[in-house]
């Protein structure tokens, strides 16, 4: 049975270079099914894009990091993709998110660079070739590892009678299984994942 990958790309612009790349992208025998989101941030807040159900079912979001359009925007509505990605993370680890920017950050931040169509090289074929560079071995990592995933869960389901009453395991399948834990984040929950969170990235960073 083939595999497929539900690939969804989150901007307040759409990049039509980098949606004819997504749209086309392909990996062996895999079925990578692609969908869109533009990104509204007039109406739309970091909730309702966490619950959205495109989000929801997705294994692989690219967003961009500049969520909404102007500098005078409110505090509220610039709410970026490296903000989504931490969030998301407590929502659900097994779905991988990747940021995207045209502007220049630090190497830790983990954010990758879209195509400059500034500079006039505004074609598919130079497109394709840079984000064949950039983006396309960080999406097939992704692939390999939500994969790997999934196999280990396929491993703890027919384990399962070994983990009966375990809450633990079961949140897991449900994870994996796109099945939303969103309501059973309260905010002392999301304070105390996120103090986790940058106890590991301060592991990382020294070790």
């Known amino acids: 049975m083939r595999q497929q990958i539900k690939l969804i790309y989150v901007d307040d612009k759409l990049d039509t270079l980098l949606v004819e790349y997504l749209y086309s992208f392909r990996k062996d ?4 099914s692609y969908n869109e989101i533009e990104f509204d941030s007039r109406t739309q807040d970091f909730e309702s894009l966490l619950t959205d159900s495109r989000v929801l079912e997705s294994d692989i979001i690219i967003i961009d990091s500049k969520l909404f359009e102007n500098e005078l925007a409110c505090s509220g509505a610039k709410f970026t993709g490296e903000e989504f990605k931490l969030l998301q993370k407590l929502f659900n680890p097994f779905i991988k998110v990747v940021v995207i920017t045209q502007n220049t950050y630090p190497n830790e931040y983990g954010i990758l660079n879209k195509f400059a169509t500034s500079r006039g090289n505004e074609t598919q074929d130079i497109a394709n070739e840079f984000y064949d560079k950039i983006l396309k071995p960080v999406i097939e990592q992704c692939i390999k590892e939500i994969l790997e995933c999934r ?3 396929e491993v703890l389901e027919h384990n399962k009678d070994a983990y009966q009453g375990s809450t633990i395991v079961q949140k897991a399948q449900n994870l994996l299984g796109k099945i939303s834990i969103y309501s059973e984040l309260t905010d002392e929950k ?4 996120i103090k986790l969170i940058n106890e590991e990235f301060l592991e990382e960073t020294d070790g």
């Open 29 to 32: 025998d895999i079925i990578i």
């Open 151 to 153: 196999r280990i869960g």
């Open 190 to 193: 999301v304070d105390e994942l």
